[in-house]
């Protein structure tokens, strides 16, 4: 049983921490609530903040620019509706070349994924989530 005086040690600070205490700040921009909801889980079980929410590459843009420069990542759906994660990814970074950005892709994608790596994004993440795999590929996107 572990007590406040013994810490375990196997305790790790939460991957959402920055060095300086304060939390990393996040967008999710997704068409489908399940998959926000999802997201937004995996990242405040990690005392992620996730800043901002959007179901469209519209809102997702707007959003990163009145955010701006407090958003420290974004994860981007590929396929949704008014403007895809792509054409976001584009405007995001010719707003901001220092975007961080994930894109988050269905299995069969792999075309798209390839283009949006060779836009600038970070990494990807492969639907459906795995919890793991989310925080990890966000963890290196962010040191």
Do not use: W
Not at 18 to 23: A, I, T, Y
């Amino acid at each position: 049983m572990a007590n406040e005086e013994y810490p375990s040690v196997n305790e790790r600070p939460p991957d959402g921490l920055k060095p300086d205490g304060g939390n990393f700040k996040l967008m999710v921009v997704d068409d489908s609530m399940f998959v926000t909801k999802q997201l937004t889980q995996i990242l405040t079980s990690e005392e992620y903040d996730v800043l901002a929410v959007a179901e469209n590459g519209e809102v997702a843009l707007e959003k990163y620019k009145s955010h701006y420069p407090d958003i420290d990542l974004v994860t981007m759906d590929i396929t949704m509706p008014k403007m895809d994660g792509i054409e976001c990814l584009k405007k995001i970074i010719e707003f901001d070349k220092n975007a961080k950005i994930i894109m988050i892709s269905a299995i069969g994608k792999q075309d798209l994924v390839k283009e949006s790596l060779l836009i600038g994004a970070k990494n990807y993440i492969v639907k459906p989530l795995n919890r793991s795999k989310v925080l990890e590929r966000i963890r290196n996107a962010l040191s």
